[in-house]
């Protein structure tokens, strides 16, 4: 391509540079009118597209990878107004909640943005909801709406009117040899080990941070006032945190331990891509969002008369760059960790040492549906606690702490789903068969059953997570503090770029909702509101879903 035909390709998407492989229940009128609120867009988004709750592997945008745009041509159908600059361009890494959040909100105040995402089937990232004919969704990422209290999103679940349920009923605990009895402490004990995790490092905060297994063990063995049963079983019923923070204690940060949060969590019955639908109403149109666009590196600088780049390649083989004002970078934490894209220069220093204070974690899951329920019907979850003081048997499950849903009672199928943690996470999401994971599984279904006299019914269908082996989840699924992590250095750094034409969303980046999809959000429409202050564009005050400012100088961090 020659240097006249660079030059001429200004409008985000230059023409390839070459082909190779790659690297590697509200009334429809109020629902309109929320959208027009949010996202005002002139002819996007239909009520159908609201209320239709599309899959999120339906592609919301064809494959654009032979078209070339010139600035020129750009310029001349759209010319700014007389002495108004020209109009100012963003590019989006990734399709996830938190790029969608970011796109919108700066289409809403006249800022161009492309969406570039990986995946060549859907949108949504890590919200990805399973519908197969003649079972219920699965949610195989994101499943429940946290911290409610405060979480705006919530106020879809009614606009839209999606299917949910409370699941916070008192769960039925067990152990290999049974249900736990109503007088089974060793709970409470866990719970308090938490409070004084918080208040010694509040007293002590330059105290070296320790695994939380050790932890708890080590505080277990001077408390006077616990029995010796109480002593074997904390720890074991600690590990329930373990499904809230997505890692294991024995990998768990005690300085950092997120254990449980006050506030009620809500389980979407009706599948978490209605949300990432309702995200995406105001970039349907066809050349904004780009699947199958994987994103090999990114050419930033902070210099206002220099443009940054963000080189692609496409399933076809072809590569293509796109070049714009400034970027929104929301890859995954793993993705970062990693290096799977190249970042030129490489990230700001202070940014760098904070991601390498962060801990990147994997929660799995594995959903069983049966002929018929054997299962208890009138508790939300099953929690099994593995035995204390035994060697670890990684050839059985009944080794390992799991939670299990009751979607029976939740949304009326004959079914079941496991909640995993790290290590074990990886091991199951490696196998290729079905019949190896349920025979895994199946001493757990065994301890289930109301009349364990009788066989399991036959599995009508088995599905599991495989975040571990995604490369564009970056191997895991969420933020986890762990054993020497410090996720303030991360925040700190995050705070002092504010400025930068390089801005990074996503769940890692949330101080209030870390981990969640209600702080990805949010940190979607911050990376917006801090281009738009250095594009000089005045921030239209947010709409109903829009986080105001903490008045703490360092707000919680759940």
């Known amino acids: 391509m020659s240097t006249c035909q660079l030059r001429m390709a200004q409008h985000f998407h230059i023409g390839h540079l070459s082909a190779h492989k790659p690297k590697e229940t509200s009334s429809p009128s109020t629902i309109l009118q929320l959208a027009t609120r949010l996202l005002p867009a002139p002819g996007h988004a ?8 599309r899959n999120p592997k ?74 197969k004919s003649g079972h219920t969704p699965r949610d195989i990422g994101a499943a429940w709406m946290h911290e409610t209290a405060n979480n705006k999103l919530v106020r879809l679940i009614g606009q839209l009117n999606i299917e949910h349920y409370y699941d916070d009923g008192t769960p039925l605990y067990l152990t290999k040899d049974g249900r736990l009895g109503s007088q089974f402490k060793a709970k409470k004990v866990a719970d308090e080990f938490a409070d004084y995790c918080t208040w010694y490092y509040e007293e002590n905060p330059d105290a070296a941070d320790k695994p939380a297994l050790d932890f708890i063990k080590e505080w277990l063995e001077n408390h006077p006032l616990v029995t010796e049963d109480e002593r074997l ?40 891509d209605r949300i990432i639908d309702w995200a995406a109403t105001s970039l349907r149109d066809s050349d904004i969002i780009r699947l199958g666009h994987k994103v090999t590196k990114i050419d930033w600088t902070d210099n206002e008369n220099e443009d940054c780049k963000v080189h692609v390649t496409t399933p076809d083989g072809k590569s293509s760059t796109f070049v714009a004002d400034a970027v929104v970078c929301t890859l995954p934490l793993g993705v970062l960790k990693n290096n799977l894209v190249e970042l030129n220069p490489p990230m700001p220093q202070n940014l760098s040492s904070g991601l390498d204070k962060l801990g990147y974690g994997a929660l799995g899951k594995i959903f069983v549906e049966f002929e018929s329920v054997f299962w208890p019907k009138d508790n939300d979850q099953f ?56 025979a895994f599984f199946e001493p757990l279904f065994k301890l289930l059953r109301t009349e364990p006299y009788k066989k399991l019914p036959p599995v009508v269908s088995l599905e599991t997570t495989h975040w571990t082996q995604d490369p564009f989840a970056g191997f895991g699924t969420y933020t986890a503090d762990k054993t020497g992590d410090d996720p303030e250095v991360w925040f700190s750094a995050m705070d002092s770029n504010k400025g930068s034409k390089l801005q990074f969303a996503g769940e890692h980046c949330a101080r209030t909702g870390n981990g969640c999809v209600h702080g990805a959000f949010a940190t979607g429409e911050t990376a917006a509101v801090n281009l738009l202050a250095s594009f000089g564009i005045p921030h239209n005050g947010g709409d109903l879903f829009s986080r105001r400012p903490s008045r703490k100088t360092t707000p919680p961090r759940h």
């Open 233 to 272: 079983w904390a720890p074991q019923a600690a590990r329930e945190v373990e499904a809230w923070i997505g890692t294991s204690l024995e990998q768990a940060s005690s300085k950092h331990l997120a254990y449980f949060a006050t506030e009620r969590n809500l389980y979407m019955k009706g599948g978490y």
């Open 46 to 53: 239909g009520l159908k597209e609201l209320e239709g709750g």
């Open 58 to 131: 339906e592609p919301v945008a064809p494959l654009l990878q032979d078209s070339v745009v010139s600035e020129e041509k750009w310029e001349a159908n759209h010319p700014p107004p007389d002495g108004l600059p020209k109009q100012k361009k963003v590019i989006v890494v990734g399709a996830g909640i938190s790029g969608l959040r970011a796109a919108s909100v700066l289409r809403a105040h006249g800022i161009q943005v492309v969406v570039l995402e990986a995946r060549p089937d859907r949108i949504g990232g890590r919200i990805y909801t399973s519908r």
């Open 383 to 438: 929690i099994y606690y593995p035995e204390p003081n035994e060697e670890v048997d990684e050839n059985s499950i009944l080794s390992y702490m799991t939670v299990t849903s009751n979607n029976w009672i939740m949304g009326g199928s004959k079914e079941l789903s496991v909640q995993i943690v790290e290590p074990l996470t990886q091991r199951i999401e490696a196998m290729t068969s079905e019949a190896e994971v349920y």
